[in-house]
């Protein structure tokens, strides 16, 4: 009977799975250019027709008519508002922003030069929230209904509904101000400590990398409080996904089925019902991911680290629309770009999601 | 007669929650003797799945049960996780309802009962893999080699009660529990995983449970009769007995519903808006 | 009457509980900070200066010497009512609107849902603070722009109902006897899909408690001077030292967003059973 079965490879499926994901990655990316149009464009409503004052939005605030008036040649605003629109996307297409009025040079620039910073926060906090948000997700799986469980679902919630802005200012009320033990909110390095060469953008990394164990040090503590604020807001939704995620697969019948033929109970845990209860956890990372790079504004404002979220945060606070328009596109690519991730993750991990 | 294989002595089952304790088995016994088929039938809520995940160890968190469940003489209430584990598959094997969300989802379904086959049979890799595909074969399930790298969404109801199955013959168990096998699948389809299971249990020299609320479905094929009501077995004889001269009003109640049913099946599958008043005149032998 | 509040506290398990209770307090605070605080919360020097939590002024004092309990339970029902406000416009409008895509599909389907995902793709708070900055401060402004910034969570989960109940045969037998599109959409549809939504609401209420104090917080919230819990954490910020400032009024969006999570939370479980 075996023999009978000429032995053909696996390369077949493998080709066919291969052309698919091909496939499902050049729609996602039609659908992703064109949602980053639709932010473009939204954006550009708002400015321009929503907003009472569009050239108010446009200059600096107390400009002079000067001023005014070469903006409004600049951007051709006395023009009708479909080709206020054709110049507009022209800009963005030469990857021309605009300029900032808070800092007085193109908003790219800015972008790249804060996005480090953005970076240095984003990537410890995401790690201690996924590890954390997973892993007491799953124990509160685990001992359900008991102690452990309520004890992580009255953490969960009450991190959930904590506004971080408010978390970040008694954090530094009472590490900083009360106890001392921590720096206060003065951004990546404390005054008159010069930045470490740059290698890898990270402070903390640049520092050891350059053999400054001092500076890392300094740029470590700057880094507890935010990180501490940041992980606290993406590790509550992942508890509570991989949690139910993982409630659901213990009760499940393919995990009765592993019990019942005699596989062990770790084995049973770990080969099949992590799987399938990790599967939805996907995504919230992408939520953790999202906030982080994008989200987390009033963190980086609470804390005056010079990031991509604080530029935001000025910019609506100084109403430097130019910078705001450079903010928001950024982050639809972020989101874009994370979540076609996303769909391919799911593609690769669940069979179900490829047919 | 032969001896006994499983016997089940006043088993009792209470489910305990915060408000308060529900009995739900009381004072189960019966037996399962070596050889052949029999069939615990009842209707839905009867506790007939209950009793046979007990049997196992698998009843949900929260029942507690009693009395004594012997394997082979060997006492089974009480047994630890390790005793369980070394009577799950390989001595007893269970088949379950939905067969489809009985397989993990995320992995091949030729993975899963390699994991069986290496496990119970000590197999490596590539003997497990030719066995597997070998007993596939057994079950009439074309194409296995191509079948074992697909995933259980990729199975129709009854093929994936095949899968589980030969899940269970990978184990060369010596009693096979099915619960409620065939529910949920077409008609044809469970005529033919009937078929099988009879087919199986006597070339293998199986002792198989079949646990139904379908009495049609059992008729011809099982050799024992255990019914259950409410948490207790009303009557228990051979089959032969059983359908010629059931002992109880309950059995007699069960057996008519079972007439009308079919009936009312065959009646339904002529035009649709005719009234089926006038069966009587019409006895039709399709049953 | 007496009956079905008694029915609904036993059929929910203790957060939910817990949750009604909470919102039951801050409902209370909120209409008593409307008729009576200890003082006037609008007026400063009402005592010394950073004044620290004590009898004659609970919460404290701020750097103008106003007494931080009264301004904490007068902008209660600011916070309370703007979030509820802007849930339920935000509810009403992404159902109308799913329930149209979901039922009639199409291209009116398709273009709700591409409108939906680039609204999506903007960070939430951060979307909320350019319309606000681009329309102007005001209650009014702050509403429309949360309920929008909301707007298509609910569109989606009510979509996605409506889509899978659309076959079930009420529909069908509702049409049957005469019934227009529009008439089974309302009667027979829209209220089979209730329980997801009022739990999503209600999880999406607590979220949007953080989000309306966070405009606040930077500046971009209601007319400045009217007391809310946002702006008075940004006003305790330049005194660290005098933590009770902007401790008391994040303890009230605490609680806020805290009843709101175990009470969608609580929908849900009850659910699950």
């Known amino acids: 009977?075996?023999?009978?079965?000429?032995?053909?490879?696996?390369?077949?499926?493998?080709?066919?799975?291969?052309?698919?994901?091909?496939?499902?990655?050049?729609?996602?990316?039609?659908?992703?250019?064109?949602?980053?149009?639709?932010?473009?464009?939204?954006?550009?409503?708002?400015?321009?027709?929503?907003?009472?004052?569009?050239?108010?939005?446009?200059?600096?605030?107390?400009?002079?008519?000067?001023?005014?008036?070469?903006?409004?040649?600049?951007?051709?605003?006395?023009?009708?508002?479909?080709?206020?629109?054709?110049?507009?996307?022209?800009?963005?297409?030469?990857?021309?922003?605009?300029?900032?009025?808070?800092?007085?040079?193109?908003?790219?620039?800015?972008?790249?030069?804060?996005?480090?910073?953005?970076?240095?926060?984003?990537?410890?906090?995401?790690?201690?929230?996924?590890?954390?948000?997973?892993?007491?997700?799953?124990?509160?799986?685990?001992?359900?209904?008991?102690?452990?469980?309520?004890?992580?679902?009255?953490?969960?919630?009450?991190?959930?509904?904590?506004?971080?802005?408010?978390?970040?200012?008694?954090?530094?009320?009472?590490?900083?101000?009360?106890?001392?033990?921590?720096?206060?909110?003065?951004?990546?390095?404390?005054?008159?400590?010069?930045?470490?060469?740059?290698?890898?953008?990270?402070?903390?990394?640049?520092?050891?990398?350059?053999?400054?164990t001092q500076t890392a040090g300094l740029a470590a503590a700057q880094l507890v409080l935010p990180v501490a604020v940041l992980a606290c807001g993406i590790f509550a939704p992942i508890t509570r996904v991989a949690r139910s995620g993982m409630v659901e697969a213990l009760r499940s019948d393919y995990v009765r089925t592993a019990t019942a033929y005699g596989f062990p109970h770790r084995r049973v845990l770990t080969a099949h019902a992590l799987r399938n209860a990790l599967l939805p956890v996907i995504t919230m990372i992408a939520n953790g991911v999202a906030f982080a790079f994008t989200g987390a504004v009033l963190v980086e404002g609470v804390f005056g680290w010079p990031g991509i979220g604080q530029y935001a945060l000025v910019a609506v606070q100084q109403s430097d629309f130019p910078a705001l328009q450079g903010f928001v596109l950024y982050a639809a690519v972020v989101y874009v770009v994370l979540y076609a991730l996303v769909d391919l993750a799911y593609a690769a991990a669940d069979p179900r999601t490829r047919s | 007669m032969s001896a006994a294989l499983l016997e089940v002595r006043g088993l009792s089952g209470v489910f305990r929650t915060r408000a308060g304790d529900t009995p739900v088995l009381h004072d189960v016994s019966f037996d399962l003797p070596a050889g052949g088929i029999t069939a615990v039938v009842g209707e839905t809520g009867s506790g007939k799945s209950l009793t046979a995940l007990s049997i196992l160890g698998l009843q949900p968190p929260g029942l507690v049960t009693g009395g004594?469940?012997?394997?082979?003489?060997?006492?089974?209430?009480?047994?630890?996780?390790?005793?369980?584990?070394?009577?799950?598959?390989?001595?007893?094997?269970?088949?379950?309802?939905?067969?489809?969300?009985?397989?993990?989802?995320?992995?091949?379904?030729?993975?899963?009962?390699?994991?069986?086959?290496?496990?119970?049979?000590?197999?490596?890799?590539?003997?497990?893999?030719?066995?597997?595909?070998?007993?596939?074969?057994?079950?009439?399930?074309?194409?296995?080699?191509?079948?074992?790298?697909?995933?259980?969404?990729?199975?129709?109801?009854?093929?994936?009660?095949?899968?589980?199955?030969?899940?269970?013959?990978?184990?060369?168990?010596?009693?096979?529990?099915?619960?409620?096998?065939?529910?949920?699948?077409?008609?044809?389809?469970?005529?033919?995983?009937?078929?099988?299971?009879?087919?199986?249990?006597?070339?293998?020299?199986?002792?198989?449970?079949?646990?139904?609320?379908?009495?049609?479905?059992?008729?011809?094929?099982?050799?024992?009769?255990?019914?259950?009501?409410?948490?207790?077995?009303?009557?228990?004889?051979?089959?032969?007995?059983?359908?010629?001269?059931?002992?109880?009003?309950?059995?007699?109640?069960?057996?008519?519903?079972?007439?009308?049913?079919?009936?009312?099946?065959?009646?339904?599958?002529?035009?649709?808006?005719?009234?089926?008043?006038?069966?009587d005149t019409e006895p039709e032998g399709t049953a | 009457m007496s009956a079905a509040p008694g029915r609904w506290w036993r059929h929910h398990p203790m957060s939910a509980r817990l949750g009604a209770a909470l919102m039951l307090l801050l409902l209370v605070a909120a209409l008593v900070g409307r008729l009576w605080t200890p003082y006037d919360p609008n007026t400063p020097g009402v005592g010394d200066p950073f004044l620290a939590p004590g009898a004659r002024h609970w919460f404290g004092t701020d750097q103008a010497g106003a007494d931080v309990f009264s301004m904490t339970l007068a902008a209660t029902a600011t916070d309370v009512w703007l979030t509820v406000v802007a849930v339920a416009l935000a509810f009403a409008i992404g159902g109308v609107l799913g329930a149209v895509a979901g039922y009639w599909g199409g291209w009116t389907d398709w273009l709700i849902m591409r409108v939906t995902e680039v609204l999506q793709s903007f960070p939430a708070l951060l979307l909320a603070m350019l319309l606000v900055a681009a329309l102007g401060n005001g209650l009014v402004n702050v509403i429309v722009v949360v309920a929008f910034v909301g707007l298509p969570g609910y569109l989606r989960l009510i979509r996605a109902e409506v889509k899978a109940r659309r076959g079930?045969?009420?529909?069908?037998?509702?049409?049957?006897?005469?019934?227009?599109?529009?008439?089974?959409?309302?009667?027979?549809?829209?209220?089979?899909?209730?329980?997801?939504?009022?739990?999503?609401?209600?999880v999406n209420?607590?979220?949007?408690?953080?989000?309306?104090?966070?405009?606040?917080?930077?500046?971009?919230?209601?007319?400045?001077?009217?007391?809310?819990?946002?702006?008075?954490?940004?006003?305790?910020?330049?005194?660290?030292?005098?933590?009770?400032?902007?401790?008391?009024?994040?303890?009230?969006?605490?609680?806020?967003?805290?009843?709101?999570y175990l009470v969608g939370d609580g929908i849900v479980d009850r659910d699950e059973r």
Not at chain 2, 81 to 88: H, K, N, Q, S, V
């Open chain 2, 68 to 279: 004594s469940i012997r394997f082979d003489g060997r006492e089974l209430m009480g047994l630890d996780e390790a005793g369980y584990r070394a009577l799950r598959g390989s001595q007893i094997a269970m088949v379950f309802q939905d067969a489809r969300s009985s397989l993990n989802p995320v992995l091949t379904v030729g993975r899963q009962l390699c994991d069986v086959a290496r496990l119970h049979r000590g197999l490596s890799r590539r003997d497990a893999a030719a066995l597997v595909e070998q007993t596939l074969a057994r079950v009439a399930i074309p194409e296995p080699r191509r079948r074992m790298a697909q995933y259980p969404h990729e199975f129709s109801g009854g093929m994936a009660q095949r899968v589980m199955i030969v899940m269970a013959l990978l184990c060369e168990p010596r009693l096979l529990l099915l619960d409620e096998p065939t529910t949920g699948l077409d008609v044809t389809t469970q005529a033919d995983v009937m078929e099988l299971i009879v087919a199986l249990t006597q070339e293998a020299g199986l002792t198989t449970c079949l646990v139904t609320h379908d009495l049609g479905l059992v008729g011809e094929a099982c050799d024992r009769v255990v019914v259950m009501r409410r948490g207790r077995v009303v009557e228990q004889a051979d089959a032969a007995t059983f359908f010629s001269d059931p002992a109880t009003d309950y059995a007699r109640t069960l057996l008519a519903a079972n007439r009308d049913t079919v009936d009312q099946g065959t009646a339904n599958q002529g035009t649709a808006n005719q009234d089926t008043a006038n069966q």
């Open chain 3, 168 to 202: 079930w045969e009420f529909a069908d037998a509702a049409i049957l006897a005469g019934n227009s599109g529009a008439g089974v959409l309302a009667r027979h549809l829209v209220p089979n899909s209730l329980t997801p939504l009022v739990s999503y609401a209600a």
């Open chain 1, 1 to 212: 009977m075996v023999g009978t079965v000429t032995a053909r490879p696996t390369a077949e499926p493998a080709a066919a799975r291969l052309a698919a994901v091909a496939l499902l990655a050049g729609r996602k990316l039609g659908g992703a250019l064109l949602v980053i149009w639709g932010v473009v464009t939204f954006t550009f409503l708002v400015v321009r027709v929503v907003a009472p004052d569009p050239i108010g939005l446009l200059v600096p605030p107390g400009a002079g008519t000067e001023v005014r008036d070469a903006v409004r040649t600049e951007l051709g605003l006395d023009g009708s508002i479909v080709s206020q629109y054709g110049i507009y996307l022209g800009h963005l297409a030469r990857g021309d922003l605009g300029t900032s009025f808070g800092t007085n040079q193109p908003v790219s620039d800015d972008l790249l030069d804060r996005f480090p910073a953005t970076l240095e926060l984003a990537v410890p906090a995401l790690i201690i929230g996924v590890a954390l948000g997973t892993g007491l997700g799953i124990v509160a799986a685990l001992r359900r209904g008991r102690l452990a469980d309520h004890a992580i679902r009255v953490v969960t919630v009450a991190a959930l509904a904590m506004p971080p802005f408010w978390l970040g200012l008694m954090l530094l009320s009472l590490f900083f101000v009360s106890l001392g033990i921590l720096p206060g909110p003065i951004g990546r390095l404390p005054a008159g400590v010069d930045p470490p060469p740059t290698m890898t953008g990270s402070y903390v990394l640049d520092a050891l990398l350059a053999g400054d």
């Open chain 3, 205 to 260: 209420a607590a979220w949007v408690a953080i989000v309306v104090s966070s405009l606040g917080f930077i500046g971009v919230g209601i007319e400045p001077g009217s007391p809310e819990w946002g702006s008075m954490i940004a006003g305790g910020r330049d005194f660290p030292d005098e933590y009770w400032i902007s401790l008391f009024p994040g303890l009230g969006i605490l609680l806020l967003s805290t009843a709101f």
